[in-house]
């Protein structure tokens, strides 16, 4: 295995049960935290989370879609602390389940900033700008090499897996409304890393908006 900083060692790992409880304090918690993906070859990509919503369909009207999407409900109701692809415009989003098994519920990660192994994200992703490998939800995902038989596993695999960060007071968090939803628009259940430059450019469904962020 190539090296990787001490701090995204798999030992530190958050394990499954960290998901099982409400998604929108588990979305805010994730702020700060390290992706680290460990591809076939051994090489270790590493990102800062910077950008999370939550999603909680016993009490979120935007669900209305996990009906029409084929083993969606089940996949996004199974298991606490499960990786779940889910699909917009045919490209694959991260998210994590949570709550317990029977309650579909997840978070999204929708930004992150590269820490480790950049020169392999950017064969993954190839961009002009270092900004563009992972500022927005589906570039993240290609930038680590999320693969398809991730989808399902728990998320503290040797393969891909997420260590807690540094703690951020609330003066580092930005809230506001989720980006790209017509129902539930103006639940103020997205966070954010303030002024961070890879928090994506998503304008928010709804105005509910704080102030440190880059404009959309």
């Known amino acids: 295995m190539l090296f990787a900083l001490p ?11 960290f998901f099982a409880g409400d998604p929108v304090a588990v979305a805010r918690a994730l702020l700060g935290g390290r992706l680290v993906r460990v591809l076939p070859d051994g090489t270790v990509l590493a990102a800062r989370i910077v950008e999370t919503e939550g999603y ?3 009490r979120d ?19 606490p602390g499960r990786v779940y692809f889910h699909f917009a415009y045919r490209q694959a989003l991260l998210n994590v389940t ?25 064969e993954l992703r ?20 999320l693969t398809p038989e991730l989808a399902g ?4 695999t040797p393969a891909f897996y997420i260590v807690p960060g540094e703690a951020l007071p609330e003066s580092d968090v ?8 017509r129902r539930g628009a103006e639940l103020p259940w997205r966070f954010v890393i303030r002024g961070n430059p890879w928090v994506s450019p998503g304008k928010p469904s709804a105005g509910i908006t704080e102030t440190g962020l880059n404009p959309p």
């Open 126 to 145: 190839p961009v002009k700008r270092s900004i563009e490998l992972s500022n927005g939800p589906a570039k993240l995902v290609t930038a680590l090499g």
């Open 7 to 17: 701090e995204v060692a798999h030992a530190h790992a958050l394990r499954p049960d």
């Open 153 to 156: 596993q728990p998320i503290d």
């Open 61 to 79: 009207p935007s669900c209305h879609v996990i009906a029409r999407l084929p083993g969606a409900a089940a996949a996004m109701g199974g298991e």
């Open 98 to 122: 949570c709550r317990p098994v029977g309650v579909q519920a997840s978070i999204l990660i929708r930004a992150a900033e590269p820490l480790l192994g950049e020169e392999r994200m950017r």
């Open 56 to 58: 909680d369909c016993p």
């Open 174 to 181: 930005g809230v506001t409304a989720r980006v790209g939803l």
